[in-house]
């Protein structure tokens, strides 16, 4: 089940990513406001995305955060190293279980999303044979697509290139 979501591990990993702190005020998207739900809505929720293994997307968020902080300042400190190795553990065992926050969040927002009923009804699905076939082939059917899509747009953008150098040199203005 592992691979079942390492796409959706990628793009958990880039929304992890530290950004600058204007980048982060600046630009960054905000958090959809969410309407109060029901403990029910919420456990519906939270039965849905067990089915799916989500937590497989989130559960390194902590120590893959913890490792990067601790590299950004060994960057910048060398003679560091065996302290902020040593803090790096401090740090993990009391932020231990805070990804959970990301599965409880997630839960709140498929339980704004959907309704009790409809996550009760996508949780008999995915344990059904086919939704169980399409949690393991889908993330093998996202990989091939986004192969197909790069090396479509590899060779699109070559032909727009070829156009683009053509049309110049017609105005005698040839591209480099």
Known sequence: MRRNFKWAALALSLALSPLPAAAQQAGAPQA???????????QAA???LAVKNVSQVY????????????????????????????VAVV??????????EIGEQMAKIYANDFTEQEMKDLTAFYKSPLGQKLLTAEP??????????NQWAQSFGEAVVAQFR??????????G
């Open 59 to 86: 559960m390194n968020a902590v120590p893959n955060i913890i490792q990067r902080t601790k590299d950004g300042f060994l960057a910048n400190n060398l003679s560091y190293q065996k302290d902020l190795n040593e």
């Open 91 to 100: 740090v993990a065992q009391s932020m231990a279980g805070k990804e959970k």
């Open 32 to 42: 959809p406001q969410l309407k109060p739900v029901s403990a029910s809505a919420m």
């Open 166 to 175: 053509e049309e110049m040199k017609k105005r005698g203005k040839p591209l």
């Open 46 to 48: 939270r039965d849905l």
């Open 140 to 149: 093998n059917a996202i990989q091939a697509s986004m192969m197909f899509m």
